[in-house]
């Protein structure tokens, strides 16, 4: 049985091959001593192999890599390919394929698996926030056309705090008029968000297409009810990243 592993900056999510949709979460928080939780969360006798995503840095997949050797399921860390092929094709289109982050390649992947032959604008909020294009062209095959990189909304916050010698760590609602400083800095930062988000409808719209919008990522619960407000046909998917591990695990046996 294949155990399947994405790997981020602040969080370890695990699940079946053929569950993906119910992951177990590690919370890590970039710290490299979490191999024991993550020993104590897996079944023993259970994986025979492991297939793996990773934005994390060399260490943290070192952990997880030594972690997962010993319970004898050893893993493989996947990255972005020219070309998925399964029960529908997606090509990618970036300069070089190879520099598409895995993430970013598997969670389209996933996005296609539930919305075939249909324009995506693929949002994955977490420490990063990425706006991704997915577009038809054929029957069943789509192309990873690009899409923009920001930091994520704690990055944001926490920026404030570190490059400023007054600004809080701010915390709480979006107001149409903030009329404090922490209102004003969660306000700034939901609306960053959006206009990230706004501009990558936009340029997809120019090109004649009516995306869908579907938004994953540890960030997006809390996101979710201000982009909702702006696109009410939104779509929330949470593990994205992990369907597309799933797929590819099942087509490449």
Request: aromatic letters at 6%; one cysteine or more; hydrophobic letters at 40%.
């Amino acid at each position: 049985m294949t155990l399947l592993v994405d790997l981020g900056n602040t969080a370890l999510k695990w699940a079946d091959q053929e569950d993906p949709e119910s992951p177990h979460t590690i919370v890590h928080g970039g710290r490299e001593s979490f191999s024991e939780k993550l020993l104590g969360s897996i079944p023993k006798n259970t994986f025979t192999k492991a297939l793996g995503c990773s934005v994390a840095t060399y260490d943290l997949k070192a952990v997880t890599s030594r972690a997962l050797d010993s319970l004898g399921c050893p893993i493989q860390w996947l990255s972005a390919q020219e070309r998925f092929v399964g029960d529908f094709e997606l090509l990618n289109r970036y300069k070089n394929p190879q520099q598409l982050g895995s993430d970013r390649w598997h969670a389209a992947i996933g996005s296609v698996s539930f919305l075939p032959n249909t324009p995506l604008l693929v949002v994955h909020i977490g420490t990063a926030t990425t706006v991704d294009c997915v577009v038809p062209e054929g029957d069943n095959r789509m192309v990873f056309a690009g899409g923009r990189i920001a930091p994520g909304v704690v990055l944001m916050r926490d920026s404030l705090v570190t490059g400023t010698a007054s600004l809080p760590k701010a915390d709480g609602d979006y107001a149409t008029i903030p009329t404090d400083t922490m209102t004003a800095i969660v306000t700034g930062i939901v609306d960053a968000q959006l206009g990230l988000i706004e501009r990558g409808m936009k340029s997809m719209t120019q090109l004649g297409l009516d995306p869908v919008l579907v938004l994953a990522g540890g960030a997006a619960s809390r996101f979710a009810p201000y982009l909702k407000r702006e696109f009410p046909e939104m779509i929330q998917k949470h593990n994205l990243v992990l369907r597309g591990l799933a797929l590819r695990a099942q087509n490449e046996g």
